[in-house]
């Protein structure tokens, strides 16, 4: 697929993985849409990309119905990529993770991802065409210690993901999942703020790269499942 020109959105769009991969795809010249919690990130990292950008919380119906207006607003409803970025990291033992942790992470990692989807497909199908791309974690293949909200709901991603693939098929829409491990970003920092990439971990920039090169493969072709190692981590 020819990045040149496609309409995407990309979640949790002011930070991390889902800025770098923004800015990577706007520089390929496509029409990039951002969203997120923070406005002032949002706004910053948008007006450094160059690209458009919607405060929207996708654990929320009504954000993820406004992120949709903006697109039938802006884009005459018309959209070729989505890219379920945003993610939650909450972690203790079991005993110790409260109900309403497990709600949170669930909300964004995967009740934010099912919404999107659901919104976005009807688009697609019209269109016979599309791409999504679920950024999960390679915690959805195996569970770590204190990581139960975590990783379980990658797990529950990961199953979505691979029912959502059967679906969409007949109408020549591609599902990627992206696993990446661990990435030197802002998740699990309550107050946000990136943490600086070291040799032994992957980067954003990284993850950018990849999800690129998947997307620019032919619309005919797709990579249902990809893990993403840094090549010597350090433990």
């Given amino acids: 697929m020819t990045i ?3 309409k995407i959105i990309i979640t949790g769009g002011s930070s991390g993985i889902g800025k770098a991969t923004a800015k990577r795809l706007t520089e390929l010249g496509a029409l ?8 002032n990130r949002l706004e910053k990292a948008a007006k450094a990309i160059g690209c458009h950008w919607i405060k929207a919380d996708v654990s929320k119906p009504e954000d993820v119905n406004k992120t949709f207006e903006w697109v039938e607003k802006n884009w005459n409803n018309d959209l070729d990529v989505l ?3 945003a993610g939650l990291g909450e972690f203790a033992s079991i005993e110790e993770t409260a109900m309403e942790s497990y709600y949170r992470v669930f909300g964004v990692n995967i009740f934010g ?3 999107m989807v659901k919104k976005a497909i009807p688009i697609m199908k019209a269109k016979m065409s599309g791409s999504i791309v679920n950024v999960a974690s390679t915690s959805s293949l195996k569970g770590f210690n204190n990581g139960s909200a975590y990783s379980s709901s990658k ?3 990961r199953g979505f993901t691979q ?3 059967e679906e969409v098929r007949q109408y020549n829409i591609r599902v990627f999942q992206v696993n990446p491990s661990e990435v030197t970003t802002a998740l699990g920092n309550p107050e946000r703020e990136e943490r600086n990439e070291v040799d032994f971990k992957l980067g954003a920039d990284q993850l950018a790269q990849t999800i690129a090169a998947l997307l620019q493969l032919p619309q005919k072709a797709f990579v249902p499942e ?3 190692w840094s090549t010597n981590p350090k433990y």
Avoid: C, D, Q, Y
């Fill in 226 to 228: 990809l893990s993403v």
């Fill in 163 to 165: 029912s959502l693939t």
């Fill in 4 to 6: 040149e020109g496609k």
């Fill in 155 to 157: 797990f529950a991603l």
């Fill in 113 to 115: 991802p099912i919404m």
């Fill in 32 to 39: 990039v849409l951002i969203t997120g919690r923070n406005e």
């Fill in 83 to 85: 890219i379920n970025n």
